[in-house]
C-alpha cells in the first residue's frame, strides 16, 4: 500500500482529533522505534516520544504500546516509568501494566511453562550453528531471530525449530514478523488486546497503528469509528499508510494539536 494521499490523510485526523474518548494504542517495534539488529537496543524515535508525551497529557485520551516484546522487555525499551501514565500490552496482549496499579496477575500453568523451558533449550541447541540465528525465551514460548542470518541459514533455523514445536507442542500458535518467528501457549492477539483496552478506558473511537503482520488482526478488527494507521508500505488492512516512523510521528503530533486547540476553544460549563 503506498503512502496515503494528504486528503486521506486529512480526513482521518478530522475523525480522530473529534472523538469523545480516544484510544490511541501503537505497536512499538518499527511503528514508535526504528528495527535494530540487536533487539534490547530498540528505543522510540524522538520525534515519536515526543508526539506520545504530548498525547498523555491531555484530557479524554488514553495512550497504550500494544506490541509483541514481553512486558518486562517492553518496559526497558520504551524506557517506562512506574509512575508512567502510558498502558503496557505485551506478549500480543497476554500481559499487561496499567497506570496507577501496575503489571496484571498471571497464573500459567507449570505444565506449559515446563515445556517451554524445554523447547527453548532444544531450540537454542538447535540453531547454535547456524550463523546469525539464536532463539529469545520468551514468556508464554519462545522466537527465532534471524535478522542477522543470510537466508539460507534463516530458513535452516526457521525449519528446525518449526519441526521441534510441531513435535512436541502442535497447539502452540505461530506468528511470523521481520525476521522472526515467535511460538506462543498462549492464544492472545493485538485483536483482543484493542478489544480489552477499548473497555477498560470506554474509547468512543480508536486509533491503532503498526507496522507488522502481526498487527493487522487488529486492524482488521477496527471498527467504523476508528482509524487504522499502516506504517510502511505493505498491503495492509489499514485505514491510511504512512511511509515511516517520522511520518507516523508527525501524524500524532498533528493529532495532539488539533485535540488540544480543541479543548481550548470548546465552550466551559
Same mark, same amino acid.
Given at each position: 500500500?503506498?503512502?496515503?494521499t494528504p486528503e *486521506?490523510?486529512?480526513?482521518?485526523?478530522?475523525?480522530l482529533a473529534a472523538?469523545?474518548?480516544?484510544?490511541?494504542?501503537?505497536?512499538?517495534?518499527?511503528?514508535?522505534?526504528?528495527?535494530?539488529? *540487536?533487539?534490547?537496543?530498540?528505543?522510540?524515535?524522538?520525534?515519536?516520544?515526543?508526539?506520545?508525551?504530548?498525547?498523555?497529557?491531555?484530557?479524554?485520551?488514553?495512550?497504550?504500546?500494544?506490541?509483541?516484546?514481553?512486558?518486562?522487555?517492553?518496559?526497558?525499551?520504551?524506557?517506562?516509568?512506574?509512575?508512567?501514565?502510558?498502558?503496557?500490552?505485551?506478549?500480543?496482549?497476554?500481559? @499487561?501494566?496499567? /497506570?496507577?496499579?501496575?503489571?496484571?496477575?498471571?497464573?500459567?500453568?507449570?505444565?506449559?511453562?515446563?515445556?517451554?523451558?524445554?523447547?527453548?533449550?532444544?531450540?537454542?541447541?538447535?540453531?547454535?550453528?547456524?550463523?546469525?540465528?539464536?532463539?529469545? /525465551?520468551?514468556?508464554?514460548?519462545?522466537? !527465532?531471530?534471524?535478522?542477522?542470518?543470510?537466508?539460507?541459514? #534463516?530458513?535452516?533455523?526457521?525449519?528446525? !525449530?518449526?519441526?521441534?514445536?510441531?513435535?512436541?507442542? /502442535?497447539?502452540?500458535?505461530?506468528?511470523?514478523?521481520?525476521?522472526?518467528?515467535?511460538?506462543?501457549?498462549? @492464544?492472545?492477539?493485538?485483536?483482543?488486546?484493542?478489544?480489552?483496552?477499548?473497555?477498560? !478506558?470506554?474509547?468512543?473511537?480508536?486509533?491503532?497503528?503498526?507496522?507488522?503482520?502481526?498487527?493487522?488482526?487488529?486492524?482488521?478488527?477496527?471498527?467504523?469509528?476508528?482509524?487504522?494507521?499502516?506504517?510502511?508500505?505493505?498491503?495492509? #488492512?489499514?485505514?491510511?499508510?504512512?511511509?515511516?516512523? /517520522?511520518?507516523?510521528?508527525?501524524?500524532?503530533?498533528?493529532?495532539?494539536?488539533?485535540?488540544?486547540?480543541? *479543548?481550548?476553544?470548546?465552550?466551559?460549563?
Open positions: 500500500m503506498t503512502a496515503s *486521506q490523510l486529512e480526513a482521518a485526523l478530522r475523525r472523538a469523545e474518548r480516544l484510544l490511541v494504542a501503537c505497536d512499538f517495534d518499527g511503528t514508535l522505534s526504528p528495527l535494530v539488529d *540487536q533487539p534490547m537496543a530498540a528505543r522510540m524515535h524522538p520525534d515519536a516520544r515526543a508526539a506520545i508525551e504530548a498525547l498523555t497529557r491531555l484530557p479524554d485520551v488514553a495512550v497504550a504500546f500494544v506490541s509483541g516484546r514481553t512486558l518486562a522487555d517492553l518496559r526497558v525499551i520504551a524506557e517506562h516509568a512506574d509512575d508512567s501514565p502510558v498502558t503496557l500490552a505485551g506478549s500480543h496482549g497476554a500481559e @499487561y501494566w496499567f /497506570p496507577g496499579s501496575g503489571a496484571a496477575e498471571l497464573d500459567d500453568d507449570a505444565a506449559d511453562l515446563a515445556l517451554r523451558d524445554r523447547l527453548c533449550a532444544d531450540a537454542e541447541a538447535g540453531v547454535r550453528g547456524v550463523e546469525g540465528a539464536w532463539i529469545e /525465551p520468551k514468556a508464554f514460548g519462545l522466537c !527465532v531471530h534471524t535478522r542477522l542470518a543470510d537466508p539460507d541459514g #534463516a530458513a535452516t533455523a526457521n525449519a528446525l !525449530v518449526d519441526a521441534l514445536v510441531r513435535a512436541a507442542a /502442535p497447539h502452540w500458535r505461530r506468528r511470523t514478523g521481520h525476521d522472526i518467528v515467535e511460538y506462543s501457549f498462549r @492464544y492472545e492477539g493485538k485483536d483482543s488486546a484493542v478489544a480489552a483496552l477499548r473497555e477498560r !478506558v470506554d474509547a468512543t473511537s480508536v486509533l491503532f497503528a503498526g507496522d507488522d503482520v502481526t498487527d493487522e488482526d487488529a486492524l482488521r478488527s477496527l471498527g467504523p469509528g476508528d482509524i487504522g494507521v499502516h506504517v510502511g508500505d505493505r498491503p495492509t #488492512a489499514a485505514t491510511v499508510s504512512v511511509g515511516g516512523i /517520522p511520518a507516523f510521528a508527525a501524524f500524532l503530533a498533528e493529532l495532539a494539536r488539533r485535540r488540544a486547540d480543541a *479543548q481550548e476553544i470548546a465552550p466551559r460549563e
